[in-house]
């Protein structure tokens, strides 16, 4: 499994550590953190926990991997405060989305920045690709600076795109880009 290191965070394999599921469930036994994501249900159980890292360490194991599942771990606590990733990763297209969220009692502290540079580093500089897109859903403008913060733009928007699992409300998605070559965290 790859692992990337910051200042002060560790992304690395989502189960590595027993914790895991005791973090996982902490952070997203939260409807102000779910209700911005699309897959996690609410409430967030142990066994919605357990699911999520059975399938991140089965996806570890293959060779062609179409996306790569981060756990965000503080390195000072050596908890898992959140997860980031690349998804829908085409390599001969050379794009792939994002996705992150953090636990409430991690937010405006700078680790989703922390978090989505070595990412979109790794996508960039090791993976080769050329474009990054995310969906943000709207009411959720934190999201949205953040991508902005690294030079994605707006590129449109998705009206009743999705169906969000954790409240069941169906809502429109932001969809931004980014291009390498527009990348505000390039060296």
Same mark, same amino acid.
């Given at each position: 499994m790859i692992k990337l290191k910051t200042k002060r965070l560790i992304l690395r394999g989502v189960g590595d550590? !027993?914790?895991?599921? @005791?973090? +996982?469930? /902490?952070? %997203?036994? @939260? +409807? /102000?953190?779910?209700k911005w994501l699309l897959m996690l249900p609410f409430p967030y159980r142990r066994k919605d926990a357990l699911g999520w890292i059975?399938? %991140? !360490? /089965?996806?570890?194991k293959k060779k062609d991997k179409n996306s790569y599942e981060f756990a965000v771990e503080l390195k000072e606590e050596g908890k898992l405060i959140g997860g980031i990733g690349l998804s829908s990763v085409k390599k001969d297209q050379g794009t792939a989305t994002v996705g992150y969220w953090l636990n409430g009692k991690y937010h405006r502290k700078g680790y989703g920045s922390e978090a989505l540079k070595a990412v979109l580093d790794f996508a960039?500089?090791? +993976?080769? +690709?050329r474009r990054i897109e995310a969906g943000v859903f709207t009411g959720n403008p934190s999201s949205a600076k953040l991508l902005e913060k690294f030079g994605a733009k707006k590129e449109g928007l998705k009206r009743k795109s999705k169906i969000c699992k954790a409240d069941g409300k169906i809502k429109d998605e932001l969809f931004y880009g980014l291009l390498k070559e527009g990348w505000k965290g390039r060296k």
């Open positions: 550590r !027993k914790s895991d599921v @005791n973090d +996982l469930v /902490e952070g %997203c036994n @939260n +409807l /102000e953190v779910t059975k399938h %991140c !360490k /089965e996806n570890y960039f500089n090791w +993976l080769k +690709l």
